[in-house]
Nanobody, 126 residues
Framework: QLRLVESGAGLVQPGGSLRLSCEASGFDLDYFSIGWFRQGPGKEREGVSC????????MLADSVKGRFTISRDNAKNTVYLQMNSLKPEDTAIYYC???????????????????WGSGTPVTVSS
């Protein structure tokens, strides 16, 4: 059974850092694109970053470029989202999602990700 579990929730001050993890089970990361999405209070769910299963290529939303980095450890079947220079507007529930349909991942193709974790909360506040 395909499963995604996020971890790394936390409360952090502006300018701080957090690393989120998305542990996958029941499938091989080599054949799936993994995306990180977030939903802030009163906001639509938006794509943050993703990594392609095909070649490891990555994509970042403009709002997080230069601050967030996505990576994966195939041996651990885990994808990470390193978040630096956090801002209050980064406050959200962060979800990881998996897609076997996307050869190259996209943060703008939310509907192409049928498998989702339950989310992990991130709060950026002083």
């Amino acid at each position: 059974q395909l499963r995604l579990v996020e971890s790394g929730a936390g409360l952090v001050q502006p300018g701080g850092s957090l690393r989120l993890s998305c542990e996958a089970s029941g499938f091989d990361l080599d054949y799936f694109s993994i995306g990180w999405f977030r939903q802030g209070p009163g906001k639509e769910r938006e794509g943050v970053s993703c990594i392609s299963g095909s070649d490891g290529s990555t994509m970042l939303a403009d709002s997080v470029k230069g601050r967030f980095t996505i990576s994966r450890d195939n041996a651990k079947n885990t994808v990470y989202l390193q978040m630096n220079s956090l801002k209050p507007e980064d406050t959200a529930i962060y979800y990881c999602a998996a897609s076997s349909a996307l050869y190259y991942c996209s943060v703008y193709a939310r509907n192409e990700y049928p498998y989702w974790g339950s989310g992990t909360p991130v709060t950026v506040s002083s």
